[in-house]
């Protein structure tokens, strides 16, 4: 019995270790693409997973606490006995395999999407943007300048990377809609990039906690055609 | 492992309220004050209700701990266990000082003077024949011979002592020359690990002490005792890995 | 009688000085947490003169009282020490004035803490307090916030020290390994994580105090210091002490599941070796899962992903002995087991959320925002929450010799399952659409007030059932009836061998075991003493 559970157990984990490095293996040198999609598919598929993870366990205790209720007041328990050493290591090993499939699964398809968040598309735009409590400040190529108030304005249909560093404490710029957020900091520069396609005004927030206007420090990433966005970088040069 | 009969009474000491309660006004109470607030009337008075407290709950304790035989047996295991905890401390600032040299762009980064090694080399002999007296001593006590027993445990307190002069005529030759505790980098890391270590030999020392005052009435716990050696011992390892990262390095 | 009391050194009775701190603790951290809500009804100042300034303090005090004072000691200290010893045949622990010390170290910690209440410059820092805000900006006196953590942690390190002496050692004479109780296996894990960790979260925050008032440059970035070195120091302890709550808590659910449904844990051996020792190991080696988004280099937020997702195993395990213990079993509910049961569910939604914070690039996303909070609210601030009132309720009769209301326990569960599900779920929702944590105000999303406000009422009645619940205990201890000798019909020690409540020195004799006696088995056995 326990060299026929140790034997499932090894192929189990051979298919595992093995299968799965071939799914992430043409990742690498793609080019980019907007991984807001990504996200949402990965998304998706992740609430389904632990959907239905945590339904199987639901369910399986709720119909227990209901069918196995006392009857009669000296009743006990009739659960399995785990005296072999086979139902002991099966019951460890065979569910341990299959949360491990799952964690790599799940694994895979994040680090997927993680190098499409983190490959910068070689036409980015570059913006610098400066964290101080309790404000930022965008510095583009051209030397335009904006801040919190007057919002991050960029140019529809191009990549923009933000290369970021703080003047004081930490703080984290997150854009809610592009579903990136990263941490600034003095003594390091930090990046994000995202690819806006739609016209019009997102929030973006601080989100590390900052002292006591860590709430003010917000605003907005105002996507503009290529036209309004040169007349606007014009205006606020210099 | 056996214990005896049962008492049918609640066990009670004074001391453990009595030190927790001196910490609280010597340490965070003081601190604050003098730091925080800086006011340092008002910590001078905290620091004058705590350090009494801490006292007393000390000495009531020790006196209390080595006259009571039962139930003493564990401290031999249970110290290695508090020493995991103890090490723990020594790698963090060990790592927090990796961290710190291997991203620095040159090390030692400017304003470090040289640090010799002679005197840290002289340091070395000093504790390991400390740890080494201490156990002469610890095997005088087992032959039951209590005035040989005291005579290794002051020899081994002298040379803590000895080391501990050492450190502070190095801290103040380093000091007059400008390298303080926040100069830079390598200055930081230097106080905190071998500041730290010393506390620890500082510790030792009156751990020593409260074995010694007792031994003179001829009053000697063994488990308190071997307790306080592996204590000391491990303090001393601690050392070697002090002077191979800092000094050697 | 105060003599007896203020300076006991007997296991039982620190243990009720943690019970009764811890409380406090709870109970002010949850009034706070009432006034945060209130707060966060509306957009702008909801409540009258309270700026950005009270709400920092409010949530830094919450946080770290919740943790740190509650649950903690209410798992580890008061749980732990009025079992452990009981269950495992013990007169007490092995050093009892280092534990009677603990407590005292626990007490004025708590101290410390509400004497923010009244000091100028509480600290605002939150219970994370990183660097460089809280060593070189923050106005707040952070060195409160260090002390609190030091007389914890060396409280916390001295009762590892002493439980894991005690369970070593003083296991009554025939007592095997594999017969311990689960709780005690689980307080076994726990305390080694605190063992080991715990001096780490010391010397982080030590270095922070440091910094900020004797001018070392640890996290000066311009003196050659380092700002993630904190980051990384105190999520090194911070995440493995997830698990110091997670593990007792588990505990505290096996033994009553067990219990009323009369039933020996399902695969007992695999829960022990794999699910609390495996959650020991991995747990080690995940914390940079609190830095996906703080700058690190992109390998090792990838590695630490992996490793993050892989701590579904062990839990697994634990999971899967906990709903197995049910199947074929003879089920009876009591206050305590409907808390334990609930919790199957609220261990599932709390920890089942931590995978997508588990995968850097959903992260990404939503580190930082109400989706993390109501993530560790789920499994932290209601499931472990939860295991220490079933544990009350269970061991009520035990420790008081009286009976509590049943039915006012009922409604309290009730109450409170209710509650929480309403206050937290909304919070999932809108931190999913980027509800930043840690805000005053929220003008940036006018569109979240009717969840916030959702919210609000949920903890409301969450409220209303922790008060029935406090007027359960207090009236009940004093005025309830007289418990019968082993209510729940276990077969562990402290009910088959003891009285309610147990006497000074615990046992009139030292029971002796047999190797055929377990404490999860149901079937009447024989037991000799010593
Ligand atoms: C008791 C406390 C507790 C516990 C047990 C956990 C458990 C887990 N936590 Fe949580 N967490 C916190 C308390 C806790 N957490 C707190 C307080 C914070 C915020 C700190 C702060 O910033 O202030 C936090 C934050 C936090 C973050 C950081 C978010 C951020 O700030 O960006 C992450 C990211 O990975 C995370 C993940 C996890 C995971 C993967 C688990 C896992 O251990 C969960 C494992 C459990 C299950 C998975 C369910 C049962 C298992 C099965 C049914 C088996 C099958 C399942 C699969 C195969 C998937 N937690
Ligand atoms: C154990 C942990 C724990 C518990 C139990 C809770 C319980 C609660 N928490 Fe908390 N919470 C945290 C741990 C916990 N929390 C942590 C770690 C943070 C992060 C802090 C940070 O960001 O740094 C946090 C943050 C946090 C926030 C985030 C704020 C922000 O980010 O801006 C909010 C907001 O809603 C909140 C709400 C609540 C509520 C409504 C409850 C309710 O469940 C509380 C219910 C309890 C009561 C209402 C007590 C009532 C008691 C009585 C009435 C008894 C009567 C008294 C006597 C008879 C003496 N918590
Ligand atoms: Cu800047 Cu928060
Ligand atoms: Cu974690």
Known sequence: ??????????????????????????????????????????????????????????????????????????????????????MILGWALIPSFIFMADDFYLSAQGWKLWIDQRTVPENAMEVEVTGQMWGWEFEYENGAISDNDEGLVVPEGRPVVLRMKSDDVVHSFFIPRYRIKEDLMPGRVTYLWFYPKDKGEHVFTCTEFCGTNHSEMWGKVKVVSQEEFDEWSEKNKG | MAQSHVEHHWEYSY????????????????????????????AAIFAGIGVPLIVIGIAGWTAEGISDKQGQGYAVSGIPIFIVSEAMIFLCLFISYWMLRLSAPEWPPEGSPEIGVGLPIIMTFVLVASSFTYHFGEIKMEAEDGSGFIKWLIISMVLGTVFLLMTGYEYNHLLSQGFGWGTNAKSTAFYSITGFHASHVLVGLCIFLTVLIPAFAGNINQTFVKSAGIYWHFVDIVWFFVVSQIYLW | MIKEWLFTTDHKRVGILYLVGSLAAFAVAGIVALLIRWELTGIGETIGGVGPDDYNFWLYFHGAAMILAFLIPGLTGFLANY????????????????NAFSVWLFWFAIVIALLSFVIPDPPDIMWTGYPPYSSEFSPGNTAFYVFTVHLIGFSSILGAVNFLCTVIYMRAPGMKWNQLNFFVWTILGAFVIQLIFVPVLASSVTLLLTDKYFGTAFFVPANGGDVLLYQNLFWFYSHPAVYVILLPAVGVMMEIISNMSKNPIFNYKAAVYGGVWGVVVLGSDVWVHHLYTSGLADWIRIGMMVTTLIISIPIGLLIISLVGTLFRGSIKYSTGMLYATSNLFLILVGGLTGIPLAMTSLTLHLAETYFVMAHFHFIMGIMATFAVFAGIYHWFPKMTGRMYSEKLGVIGFVLNFVGVNLTFWPLFYIGFLGMPRRYYDYAMFPEFEPFQVMATVGAIVVAVSMALNFYNWIVSAIFGEKAPENPWGSNSLEWTHCQSPPGPGNFPKLPKVSSKWHPHEYKPQVIEWV
Do not use: C
Not at chain 1, 30 to 40: K, N
Not at chain 1, 81 to 86: A, I, S
Not at chain 2, 15 to 39: D, T
């Open chain 3, 83 to 98: 079992l452990v010893p009981l269950m495992i045949g013990a007169h007490d622990v092995a050093f009892p004035r280092v």
């Open chain 1, 1 to 86: 019995m326990i060299n026929r559970v140790l034997l499932l157990a090894a192929i189990v984990g051979i298919i595992v270790f093995g299968v799965l490095p071939v799914g992430a293996e043409d990742e690498v040198k793609r080019a980019f693409t907007d991984h807001t999609e990504e996200f949402h598919k990965v998304w998706v598929h992740l609430l389904w997973d632990i959907g239905i993870i945590g339904g199987i366990f639901l369910i399986l205790s709720i119909y227990f606490m209901f069918a196995y209720r006392r009857k009669r007041d000296d009743q006990i328990g009739n659960g399995p006995k785990f005296t072999t050493m086979g």
């Open chain 2, 15 to 42: 001391y453990p309220l009595i030190l927790a309660a001196g910490i609280f006004f010597a340490v965070p109470l003081a601190f604050a004050s003098m730091f925080q607030y800086e006011n340092g009337l008002m």
